[in-house]
Each structure stands twice: as C-alpha cells, then as structure tokens.
C-alpha cells in the first residue's frame, strides 16, 4: 500500500488532506523542497502537475 507522507505546492488553494503540506514561492523552490524530502524521508517525489509533487513512502 502506498502512503503519502507530504504534498509540496505551489497554488495553495489547489491541495489539502490530512498530509503535511510545504508550501513553495516558485516553481525552483518546490522542485528543491521535493528533492530535499525524498532524501530525508527514504521516499519517492512524484510531480503530480507543474504546481505539486507528491511525496510516497517506499518501503
């Protein structure tokens, strides 16, 4: 089963949920911010569009 561990975005009207959200200025800062949090948490980044990503456990 895969679980979402955190929304990262840019348009905050556009996400919600029980998820951490990280909210981006730009489009750099967001691809960073996903980057940065599929290292830290052993996840995987997927760029749902171009305003988020979505991070997922792996295991």
Do not use: C, W
């Not at 979402?4 to 949920?17: D, L």
């Not at 995987?44 to 305003?51: F, G, P, R, V």
């Amino acid at each position: 089963m895969v679980k979402i561990m955190a929304v990262v975005t840019t348009e905050k009207e556009s996400v919600g949920g029980g998820a951490p959200l990280f909210y981006a200025r730009d489009k750099e800062e967001m691809q960073e911010l996903a980057h940065l949090l599929e290292k830290l948490l052993n996840a995987a980044a997927h760029q749902l569009n171009e305003h988020s990503f979505l991070i997922v456990y792996r295991g």
